[in-house]
């Protein structure tokens, strides 16, 4: 959109009421123009062609064509138009084949004004950042044949501390850095005993983590894209399976070849990095080019979180390696931020607001927060970091390398002979 251009909406819903009623909240914003209303699916498609919106306002249930049938084939017409989903509470399956359709954003019925502007420009101003998708062209996360190779950086979510949102973040992190650079992600489940991703992302799929320790030495493309299940946010999730016992044959050296060879396909790897010091998580740390390490306001996280700090400077990572992120911020714990920052003697470079039952209710759907309410200060605050690691990335790369080499020369042993190797 150019400076005075408006953000075209169209306003599809089986209710004459509700129609009128959005367009009446909307005839008021300046950047905001109605340009068309449907009564059904079938009437949003034929308008959609005719006046080409940039963003639709699309209800679910309609008689004729429904509004996932709708989002649909509106956006095998052109793939640039953001649908925004509005439904009523409890329509979670509706919810998730609407994302599977496409759909950008979701509002639940009643819809606030505030809510809804909101919405319009955030979709608008998401799109306005991407390239142009093609219509009916291959998913842009799809690794296919004759493509340039990039390196990937590989970005380890971390936390010395279990359940300080390691697994939430990753998947978040995942899909908003996919929406932000439109590149190759994709997502490890480095927890080959106990992975979570196929929950958070509602993913099933028989192949995981174990068929490529076991084929690790055809590691290629194609076997990539055999294994690697794909979420709708196009980012390739390679999970971990559901018997924990397989997940034990995943050694340290396996997670090393696994992600040496999707550095050679993918832009992005972000890793669910388990949280221990075994030589399992050595090895995606060794391989980093960046180390998301979260940390909550309690005392147990924090000790680990000294603890751990020491142990990457003892294996000398490069400083700016290691990024300290808070998460589950919120001023109402008895710890203050700051006071901790000068205990270990490190800034919090970013944190992430504590989203109470939202991040829960998220895992519970199988919707990431970043997809499910992108207006939510917590997914606002992980597309913040998403920015930060893309920009810093290529920045440390360098700096990760002598560690990366080490690693592999200093094969298992685990922390305490590593460092006593020293
Ligand atoms: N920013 C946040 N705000 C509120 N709750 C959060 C946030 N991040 C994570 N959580 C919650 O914290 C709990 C643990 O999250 P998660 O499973 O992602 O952590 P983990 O570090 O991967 O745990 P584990 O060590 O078991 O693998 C979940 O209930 C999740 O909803
Ligand atoms: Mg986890």
């Given at each position: 959109m150019t400076e005075g251009e408006k953000i075209r909406v169209m306003i599809v819903d089986d209710i004459v009421d509700t129609r009128d009623q959005l367009e009446k909240l909307l005839f008021f914003e300046k950047d905001i123009e109605v340009v068309a209303k449907a009564g059904n699916g079938r009437e949003a498609v034929a308008l959609a062609k005719q006046h080409h919106p940039d963003v639709v306002l699309m209800d679910i249930n309609m008689p004729d064509m429904d509004g996932i049938a709708a989002t649909e084939a509106i956006l095998s017409q052109d793939p640039s138009v953001q649908v925004i989903i509005m439904s009523v509470q409890g329509e979670t399956d509706y919810l998730r084949r609407a994302m599977l359709a496409g759909a950008r954003e979701f509002l639940t019925k009643p819809i606030s004004a505030d809510d809804l502007y909101k919405s319009i420009r955030h979709v608008h101003r998401r799109?306005?950042?991407?390239?142009?998708?093609?219509?009916?062209?291959?998913?842009?996360?799809?690794?296919?044949?004759?493509?340039?190779?990039?390196?990937?950086?590989?970005?380890?979510?971390?936390?010395?501390?279990?359940?300080?949102?390691?697994?939430?973040?990753?998947?978040?992190?995942?899909?908003?850095?996919?929406?932000?650079?439109?590149?190759?992600?994709a997502l490890v489940d480095a927890n080959s005993t106990f992975g979570d991703?196929?929950?958070?992302?509602?993913?099933?799929s028989d192949k995981t983590i174990v068929e490529l320790a076991q084929r690790v030495e055809e590691l290629d493309r194609d076997l990539l894209n055999d294994v690697l299940a794909t979420h709708t946010s196009q980012i390739k999730?390679?999970?971990?399976?559901?018997?924990?016992?397989?997940?034990?044959?995943?050694?340290?050296?396996?997670?090393?070849?696994?992600?040496?060879?999707?550095?050679?396909?993918?832009?992005?790897?972000?890793?669910?990095?388990?949280?221990s010091f075994q030589d399992r998580s050595l090895a995606v740390l060794d391989m980093a080019t960046r180390i998301v390490t979260l940390m909550t306001l309690e005392m147990h996280c924090i000790r680990n979180i000294k603890l751990f700090l020491e142990v990457a400077e003892l294996l000398e990572y490069p400083r700016e390696k290691v990024m300290l992120v808070l998460n589950k911020a919120s001023n109402r714990t008895n710890i203050r931020a700051e006071e901790v920052e000068k205990n270990i003697q490190r800034k919090i470079q970013l944190q992430i607001c504590d989203a109470g039952q939202d991040m829960t209710f998220a895992i519970n759907q199988g919707v990431p927060l970043i997809i499910g309410k992108p207006t939510h200060q917590a997914a606002r605050d992980i597309g913040i970091l998403a920015r930060e690691v893309t920009l810093a990335t290529k920045a440390t790369a360098a700096g990760a390398a002598p560690a990366a080499a080490e690693a592999s020369a200093s094969k298992g042993g685990g922390l305490f002979n590593r460092l006593i190797k020293r």
């Amino acid at each position: 959109m150019t400076e005075g251009e408006k953000i075209r909406v169209m306003i599809v819903d089986d209710i004459v009421d509700t129609r009128d009623q959005l367009e009446k909240l909307l005839f008021f914003e300046k950047d905001i123009e109605v340009v068309a209303k449907a009564g059904n699916g079938r009437e949003a498609v034929a308008l959609a062609k005719q006046h080409h919106p940039d963003v639709v306002l699309m209800d679910i249930n309609m008689p004729d064509m429904d509004g996932i049938a709708a989002t649909e084939a509106i956006l095998s017409q052109d793939p640039s138009v953001q649908v925004i989903i509005m439904s009523v509470q409890g329509e979670t399956d509706y919810l998730r084949r609407a994302m599977l359709a496409g759909a950008r954003e979701f509002l639940t019925k009643p819809i606030s004004a505030d809510d809804l502007y909101k919405s319009i420009r955030h979709v608008h101003r998401r799109a306005a950042t991407r390239p142009r998708p093609v219509a009916g062209g291959a998913g842009p996360g799809m690794v296919m044949a004759g493509e340039s190779v990039p390196e990937g950086q590989i970005i380890a979510v971390f936390s010395p501390k279990g359940g300080a949102g390691t697994s939430s973040v990753a998947a978040n992190l995942a899909v908003a850095i996919r929406q932000l650079t439109n590149k190759k992600v994709a997502l490890v489940d480095a927890n080959s005993t106990f992975g979570d991703q196929s929950v958070i992302l509602n993913l099933r799929s028989d192949k995981t983590i174990v068929e490529l320790a076991q084929r690790v030495e055809e590691l290629d493309r194609d076997l990539l894209n055999d294994v690697l299940a794909t979420h709708t946010s196009q980012i390739k999730v390679l999970l971990a399976p559901l018997d924990p016992q397989r997940g034990e044959l995943v050694t340290s050296d396996h997670l090393r070849a696994i992600l040496e060879g999707m550095k050679q396909e993918f832009d992005f790897i972000v890793v669910d990095t388990p949280a221990s010091f075994q030589d399992r998580s050595l090895a995606v740390l060794d391989m980093a080019t960046r180390i998301v390490t979260l940390m909550t306001l309690e005392m147990h996280c924090i000790r680990n979180i000294k603890l751990f700090l020491e142990v990457a400077e003892l294996l000398e990572y490069p400083r700016e390696k290691v990024m300290l992120v808070l998460n589950k911020a919120s001023n109402r714990t008895n710890i203050r931020a700051e006071e901790v920052e000068k205990n270990i003697q490190r800034k919090i470079q970013l944190q992430i607001c504590d989203a109470g039952q939202d991040m829960t209710f998220a895992i519970n759907q199988g919707v990431p927060l970043i997809i499910g309410k992108p207006t939510h200060q917590a997914a606002r605050d992980i597309g913040i970091l998403a920015r930060e690691v893309t920009l810093a990335t290529k920045a440390t790369a360098a700096g990760a390398a002598p560690a990366a080499a080490e690693a592999s020369a200093s094969k298992g042993g685990g922390l305490f002979n590593r460092l006593i190797k020293r």
